[in-house]
């Protein structure tokens, strides 16, 4: 079973940056056949909301509307990993940040997580 590990977050003042990592950890737990993606549990918000994913190819990324042009998202196959570069990181961005395997990755769109199992988070804290 694929497990992921989050981990780079912390506290930041406004226009900060962090560089999230999420690794597989355990028997079976290559990224490189998966999509994946980001998603952030705010504090105001009931439910996770995507910020991000990346296809298996490599090509295909998207982005929420709300980070676009401050976020990006790479992986890299070799260390069995996917980052999350934050810059310029708004209060709004605070939340705890989780990384996930997802159907698929389009441009314009991100499928459902495939498993309905979260790891820890990381936690992200922009403030002054």
């Known amino acids: 079973q694929l497990h992921l590990v989050e981990s780079g977050g912390g506290s930041v003042q406004p226009g900060g940056s962090l560089r999230l990592s999420c690794t597989g950890s355990?028997?079976?737990?290559?990224?490189?056949?998966?999509?994946i993606g980001w998603f952030r549990q705010t504090p105001s918000g009931q439910e996770r909301e995507a910020v991000s994913?990346?296809?298996?190819?490599?090509?295909?990324?998207f982005y929420q509307d709300s980070v676009k042009g401050r976020f990006a998202i790479s992986r890299d196959n070799a260390k069995n990993a996917v980052y999350l570069q934050m810059n310029s990181l708004k209060p709004e961005d605070t939340g705890v940040y989780y990384c996930a395997p997802v159907e698929k990755c389009m441009m314009f769109a991100i499928g459902s997580p495939i498993s309905s199992s979260w790891g820890q988070g990381t936690q992200v804290t922009v403030s002054s």
């Open positions: 355990g028997f079976g737990s290559a990224l490189s056949p998966y999509a």
């Open positions: 994913c990346i296809a298996v190819s490599d090509i295909t990324r």
